[in-house]
């Protein structure tokens, strides 16, 4: 599971120096021995939500790009760091939106 933070801020949280509650973007992921890091679920702790197809994935020169469809058809475009590992959602299109 990787946080959608940076690093620093799972090693602060414990020690009481946030001083504002963030809710974490997380997605969860398989390990793929062709494809390497797969996607499976993402969301929010209280609104995750399962992929139910791999639709497109490709690289940038910083960024690792997967297209998917969840379960409610949407379709979305999560985004990953390389250097942090944050994961980011940069497109969204709700289903039946053209």
Do not use: N
Not at 34 to 42: D, L
């Amino acid at each position: 599971m990787v946080s959608g933070l940076p690093p620093i801020w799972d090693l602060l949280a414990p020690v009481g120096m946030l001083r504002f509650w963030v809710p974490l973007f997380t997605v969860e992921c398989e390990h793929d021995p062709e494809r390497g890091e797969i996607p499976v679920r993402f969301g929010w702790p209280d609104r995750m939500r399962r992929i139910a197809e791999l639709i497109d994935r490709w690289e940038g020169d910083e960024d690792i790009y997967f297209r998917v469809r969840t379960e409610d058809a949407s379709t979305y475009i999560l985004r990953r760091k390389r250097v942090s590992g944050v994961w980011q959602i940069h497109f969204f299109r709700r289903a039946g939106e053209s």
